[in-house]
């Protein structure tokens, strides 16, 4: 025989399991991509790389610095993963996710090369600061509003529509 069920406290029930659902992806939307900690480390870094290429290294010289602003972008990437505090057993990464990557990777790149072929009449190393500040700052102001973009939506992509008034 079947227990009776009160649709009100079944209601009530159902809304009080989506609040720490609503807490998770506050949480992933507070630290989508590590924050602006993450954000200003790596335009730091990617400043120093730039500024070193305007000591116009050898060529060998050139591929060990970008071995070597590849790893510490890695070992970058890797600690702000560990500091995360969500763990989410399925990926939520969508087709926002990737233009957000791919529009701040176009507009850093284009900066880049723009800036670059803007600055190539001064002297190496100035020419070299002034391109990788323009680059640096292109690259933080780009990817703080697309990152918020990019997971800000996150409670409106439940595979699961919720429908108003259902268990009532």
Known sequence: MSTPVDAEQAWRDLQRIRVPQERVYDEVERSASGGPRARWATAAIMWVFLAGLGLEPPRWGVWLALAGYLVVLGTL???????????????????????????????TGATILLSGRLVESLEPMTGALIQATVSAAAFVLVTGPVSRWSTGSLRGRDPRPVIEGAGR
């Open 77 to 107: 990437a890797r600690a702000f993963d560990r500091g995360s505090r969500v763990r989410l057993h399925h990926s939520r990464c969508d087709w926002r996710m990737l233009a957000g990557l791919v529009t701040g990777a176009v507009v």
